[in-house]
């Protein structure tokens, strides 16, 4: 089957592990870099299982990133293998067709993001697929958790929603994951160590030359950009923090890398814009020395094994992204730089980012007021929300970025429903109902802004190690 579905001879040594673990009726926590090969731990088995079932059963895949199944899923069906997916990018009408070929047993994958199992049209067609659900995968799991770095409430219900579809053999996925994510992830699925066992890559990566930098202005960022740009021939990458300022050094970054070819990508350019940087970066071969300026944006599902370095212009806002990002380099195994560069004036945005991402219990009332008033019949997105509240007089806290997660928390909260994506990826949402003042804890709100905050820490404590791969081993505890 790997060979007929997947055109590989052989699988590597820890997913031959985790397959084992799965078709054998053990449930799972994997823990890989991405680029590694996550994916197949949980296709291959599902096709599998679904094989020896006389070709009854699904393996249903919850994901949190819309484009990822969008592409994982274009992937498999390139190869012929019978997947889909739904989210709120799916037009209403395509979305109920795929959910009743679903029922029907049409589907060998299925993907979905977990806030669809609330959609009792989905849990009913779940329970109507022959032979049910075969093997339930969690991706980017640290989802789950309060102390991961991207909690989705969703998530938490997940080991409900597994109950509910009868405790089918689950895996657990995710490419960065603490020890206490770990544990809550197995908490929250119903498992613990003995019935969930850890199936975890390395986290060192001896081809990897971690380092970092203390810079004190632009000219020093540049010249640090080029002399790892000259060093390595190849592709790169260049991740900022902020669209601004990678616009702004984009010139600067060009002459100074010379012959190179500087390619930009980040969430404002059209889709189109996008797809053609996203192209070019990927057939880019060595002789090209392509060299890719990128926000975080860039990086989820990219499985270039040769890229030679990447640098952090901006440092990044935890641990766990500072981790996926340098492990982009050097997945041929061939020796790889990673340099990060740590500024004073790029800690104040990161401060900044937390406080945008954690608006205050006033604010999201304030918001909710507003769409209430304004919205209650139409959808609308971030500017939208940022206008009215500024022309209600409640401008104070609605710089920046506070707007898009004050809209994220509420939409989480089940109080806003997100209506699609638009050209850009602005998010559009719709009023679902009225928020109760008991939903927004200001207690966990500050709890989480001073767990964000510690996350920023442990950053900078990074950059001033002496020994970055220990401190990242030390980190993970792996």
């Not at 139409?378 to 509240?389: E, G, H, I, K």
Request: aromatic share 6%; with cysteine; glycine share 8%.
């Amino acid at each position: 089957m790997l060979r007929e579905r997947f055109g590989l001879d052989a699988l590597r040594p820890l997913q031959a592990e985790i397959i084992d673990r799965l078709m054998g009726g053990g449930d799972a926590l994997v823990v890989m870099p991405t680029g590694s090969g996550k994916s197949l731990c949980f296709q291959l088995p599902a096709l599998a299982m679904r094989d020896e079932c006389a070709g009854e059963g699904v393996g249903l895949v919850f994901s949190p990133l819309i484009a990822l199944m969008e592409d994982q899923v274009a992937a498999l069906r390139k190869r012929g293998i019978r997947a889909a997916c739904v989210n709120s990018t799916v037009p209403k009408d395509e979305r109920a067709r795929r959910i009743e070929k679903l029922a029907r047993g049409e589907y060998e994958l299925f993907y979905a993001t977990p806030e669809r199992m609330e959609k009792p049209e989905f849990r009913d067609a779940l329970a109507r697929v022959p032979g049910g659900v075969n093997l339930l995968a969690v991706d980017e799991c640290h989802c789950i958790t309060k102390w991961g770095h991207d909690l989705r409430p969703a998530y938490q219900k997940v080991g409900a929603f597994r109950e509910l579809l009868g405790d089918p053999i689950t895996v657990a996925l995710t490419a960065t994951a603490t020890r206490t994510v770990r544990e809550d992830v197995r908490r929250v699925l119903g498992a613990d160590e003995g019935t969930m066992p850890l199936f975890a890559a390395p986290v060192d990566r001896p081809n990897l030359m971690l380092r970092a930098a203390e810079v004190w202005d632009d000219r020093q960022k540049i010249e640090h950009i080029a002399d790892v740009a000259r060093r390595n021939r190849g592709t790169g990458i260049v991740y900022f923090t902020l669209i601004k300022d990678l616009e702004r050094l984009e010139g600067p970054i060009a002459e100074a890398v010379g012959d190179r070819q500087v390619e930009i990508y980040h969430g404002r350019l059209s889709p189109d814009r996008r797809r053609r940087a996203y192209r070019r970066f990927a057939g880019a071969t060595p002789d090209d020395g392509l060299l890719l300026l990128a926000t975080p944006a860039f990086g989820m599902g990219v499985d270039k094994p040769d890229i030679r370095f990447v640098t952090h212009a901006q440092m990044p806002a935890s641990v766990e992204a500072y981790h996926q990002e340098v492990g982009r380099a050097g997945r041929d195994g061939e020796p790889s730089e990673c340099l990060l560069l740590f500024g004073q004036d790029d800690l104040a945005v990161q401060q900044e980012f937390v406080r945008w991402q954690n608006p205050t219990p006033d604010l999201l009332m304030r918001v909710m007021s507003d769409i209430e008033a304004k919205f209650r019949h139409d959808d609308f997105d971030a500017d939208d929300v940022r206008l009215a509240t500024i022309g209600k007089g409640h401008a104070h806290g609605q710089g920046g970025g506070v707007a898009e997660y004050a809209l994220v928390r509420l939409a989480d909260l089940g109080v806003l429903e997100r209506a699609g994506v638009q050209l850009g990826e602005d998010t559009r949402y719709r009023f679902a109902r009225p928020v109760d003042d008991a939903e927004i804890d200001p207690g966990d709100i500050e709890a989480k802004h001073k767990r964000d905050l510690m996350r920023l820490l442990d950053v900078v404590k990074l950059a001033r190690s002496d020994d970055i791969p220990g401190f990242v081993r030390a980190y993970f505890e792996l």
